[in-house]
Nanobody, 127 residues
Framework: QLVESGGGSVQTGGSLRLSCAAS????????MAWFRQVPGKDREAVAA???????WYEDSVKGRFTISQDRSKKSLYLEMNTLTPEDTAMYYC???????????????????????WGQGTQVTVSL
């Protein structure tokens, strides 16, 4: 239901744009988020967005990452600029219809129980 793309390898300071195709979410109001995970650590939310465009960002990505959506294309995006090695991770797209807010969709325990997930796309940032 959710398919990520756009990951890859870049050098420090580079940019990537991740995309998430949400083909089966048409016609419903839902919130979406981007999470990332490195081996040995919990998955963490980095950005979230509500149907009305309200956004939330994790502190370390504020000013560098931009989450956006195109509901007509059933797509979610994450524009990532000024990347650092600390951004290296598997990035996951997640969606949930209810409860729907940036405050809930960014919570791993909520999304683990209720959300829908993609398979992830790897982002690797080298020095």
């Amino acid at each position: 239901q959710l398919v990520e793309s756009g990951g890859g390898s870049v050098q420090t300071g580079g940019s990537l744009r991740l995309s998430c195709a949400a083909s089966k979410f048409g016609g419903r109001s839902y919130c979406m988020a981007w999470f990332r995970q490195v081996p040995g650590k919990d998955r963490e939310a980095v950005a979230a967005i509500e149907p009305d465009g309200t956004t939330w960002y994790e502190d370390s990505v504020k000013g560098r990452f931009t989450i956006s959506q195109d509901r007509s294309k059933k797509s979610l995006y994450l524009e990532m600029n000024t990347l650092t090695p600390e951004d290296t991770a598997m990035y996951y797209c997640a969606a949930n219809a209810e409860p729907c807010s940036v405050g809930t969709v960014r919570r791993l325990e909520v999304m683990t129980a209720l959300g829908h997930w993609g398979q992830g796309t790897q982002v690797t940032v080298s020095l």
